[in-house]
């Protein structure tokens, strides 16, 4: 038995003999299949040729990406708190390596994730840090593509997963689409972490929300109210995007309201 991986999505499926016939994350048209069809590979395979790259993004924020750049090429980020560290979203290859860099950090105290894109083998993730809880909002739990015991299926607007730390439904990209909230972030100014619940404009200036990313589907403006809403109750100065330098480093709560109003301006009639 081999949990196999998708290569478009990047993200780990059960265990299972041979290679599952579909990626129902690829399948949806939120995602895509890869231009020479449905392939997929495993851990130990990506071990041949992959390493993970981890790297200190802000004070108590480390980045995890993947080198060369697997799948959709998301990177992780790890908040280190007095409480525990948090790993946020996830990559698909996971070493002896990554272990042994991730332990001297403080190891993972818990996983959260923005949404099923961005999950890699969170599931691999868990059991190497004595089964981390995996917090994922009960909205995708449908998008669980490797169930576990670890799964906590949070309900509802918010979550509190630490003092400092809150997860915060806004819907959109899925429903059960979230941010994380890091009170403690920018000398206490506060910052969301996104995936792709808020994607960072190339030009830093601005977010967007989108229904399909890759396949270019916009939301209504029902949504987009509905997202700016879920953070309004919270304070951050800045955004870390699922990518590597993909970041609003400052007024971030301005610049999703200044977001919401133009995009909300571009589909109005
Ligand atoms: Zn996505």
Redesign the pocket.
Known sequence: MTSYICATCGVQHANTDAAPAHCAICEDE??YIGHNGQSWTTIPELQKDHRNRIEQVAPNLIGIGTVPGFA?GQRALLVQTPQGNVLWDCVSLLDDATVKAIRALGGIAAIAV?????VGSLVEWSQAFDNAPVYWHADNRQWVMRPDPAFVFWEGETQILLDDITLVRCGG??EG?DVLHWSQAADGRGALLT??TMQIAQDRHYVSFMY??PNMIPLNKRAIERIVQAVEPFEFDCIYGGWWDYLVGSDAKAVVKRSAERYIQAISA
């Open positions: 939120r995602q959709i923005s949404h099923p894109h961005t990209h899925f689409s995936g792709d399909s990313y």
